[in-house]
């Protein structure tokens, strides 16, 4: 397999900021929490942005931690931007500024577990690492189990294939890694597979198995509309787009969208609910007169 994949990655490569040899260990790190569950396309421009403002662990450590929620914009998930700022803090005052390089201490900085600590200690320091992320699951899956679809959770089989798989060579192995799970995002994807266009297509055992349907129950997409999600973004969004502490009333206005039914005064207890959340996650601060603002701005 590594003779067909790692050629077919240096020609098919996309060129990615984080990837560039002069990228840092930190812009590494900043990538990968900000891919997680979220395309490369919608990362782009907030990584460029962010990298341009915070180079660098402590210049983000130094800003208030709204900056960053205010900064992530509307990636999703914006817990990730307080634990960026809570590494950032850590590296700074633990680790001399320093991005650690092994796994077992990036595991130590909030909000790393043990995938992104695996893909930093490859992609930014080129250690030997099993890197396991969605798209290097299902090329597993597909190319060496013969099965449509990997397993609804990461099991620990599939950790120990991709340690397997690993070349012998370790100078190989960072590069092997980033190029599966550019397979899987490109070609091996989840819903519409091109494997006329893929580098293991004569050894697959999923194609030799005739392509089977994926088994269990069918796999839904989230759903968004009217979500608590959906909800926590849109009033993240008034804050962002406030110089200052916003009213209660502009936050009461702003939901529901149009679009969300809110049936017998639903929408207005799920616009509190999901403001006492984002209170109680530290990604809103209230202030006296019914205002709020984003933490620490």
Request: one cysteine or more; glycine letters at 8%; proline letters at 10%.
């Amino acid at each position: 397999m590594h003779d067909r994949l790692l050629p077919w990655y240096a020609a098919h490569r996309r060129d990615l900021p984080w990837r560039a040899p002069e990228r840092s260990p930190w812009g590494v790190l900043v990538s990968e929490v900000m891919l997680q569950q979220t395309p490369v396309a919608r990362v782009l421009p907030v990584w460029e942005r962010w990298m341009s403002r915070w180079p660098t662990p402590s210049a983000l450590a130094a800003a208030p931690t709204g900056d960053a929620v205010r900064e992530w914009g509307r990636l999703g998930y914006p817990r990730r931007a307080l634990r960026l700022h809570a590494a950032a803090t850590a590296v700074r005052d633990a680790h001399d500024g320093q991005v650690p390089a092994d796994e077992a201490v990036l595991r130590t900085l909030p909000g790393v577990g043990d995938y992104t600590a695996a893909a930093v200690s490859a992609f930014a320091f080129g250690r030997r690492a099993t890197v396991v992320d969605t798209n290097v699951r299902r090329v597993q899956a597909r190319s060496v189990s013969g099965l449509a679809l990997p397993a609804p959770a990461l099991t620990r089989a599939e950790t120990a294939l991709a340690a397997r798989l690993l070349p012998e060579d370790d100078e190989q192995t960072a590069t092997w890694s980033v190029a599966v799970m550019e397979l899987g995002a490109l070609v091996c994807t989840a819903r519409a597979p091109r494997c006329s266009a893929c580098p293991l297509a004569d050894v697959c055992a999923w194609r030799a198995a005739g392509s089977p349907a994926p088994t269990g129950p069918p796999r839904r997409g989230q759903r968004w509309t009217g979500t608590d999600r959906q909800c926590r973004g849109t009033l993240l969004q008034v804050l962002r787009d406030s110089a200052g502490p916003v009213p209660a009333h502009r936050l009461q206005a702003a939901w529901p969208v149009p679009g969300v039914p809110d049936e017998q005064g639903q929408a207005a207890r799920q616009r509190e609910r999901c403001l006492d959340a984002l209170v109680a996650e530290g990604l809103v601060e209230p202030l006296p007169g019914a205002r709020f603002r984003l933490p620490g701005t």
